[in-house]
Nanobody, 128 residues
Framework: QVQLVESGGGLVQAGDSLRLSCAAS????????MGWFRQAPRKEREFVAA????????YYSDSVKGRFTISRDNAKNTVYLQMNSLKPEDTAVYYCAADTSRSYYGGAPREPGDFASWGQGTQVTVSS
């Protein structure tokens, strides 16, 4: 069983940057695709970014493309989400997820149902 713990969230102003981290424990996630999702109040959970197990393939939602960067350090069993030029509409709880059903998968899934393991989330609040 893999445990995922997000950190790095907080309250920032529009235009600021944050870097979220997702540390995995229990077992290595280095062979799995990883993703970030977010959920704002009264909205459904939405895809933000995903990365393949080697880190050579990444996907982003249109709303964050060009501002957010997903990366991973497999030696540290950690995935990151660098968020620049934050906007008030980025306010949400951000969740890290691992697609533990497909090891060494060459792609990067983007549907919540593709990810079997989830963290508890970290709050990001962007004030205008």
């Amino acid at each position: 069983q893999v445990q995922l713990v997000e950190s790095g969230g907080g309250l920032v102003q529009a235009g600021d940057s944050l870097r979220l981290s997702c540390a995995a424990s229990g077992r290595t996630v280095s062979m799995y695709p990883m993703g970030w999702f977010r959920q704002a109040p009264r909205k459904e959970r939405e895809f933000v970014a995903a990365i393949s197990w080697l880190g050579h393939i990444t996907y982003y939602s249109d709303s964050v493309k060009g501002r957010f960067t997903i990366s991973r350090d497999n030696a540290k069993n950690t995935v990151y989400l660098q968020m620049n030029s934050l906007k008030p509409e980025d306010t949400a709880v951000y969740y890290c997820a691992a697609d533990t059903s497909r090891s060494y998968y060459g792609g990067a899934p983007r549907e919540p149902g593709d990810f079997a393991s989830w963290g508890q989330g970290t709050q990001v609040t962007v004030s205008s």
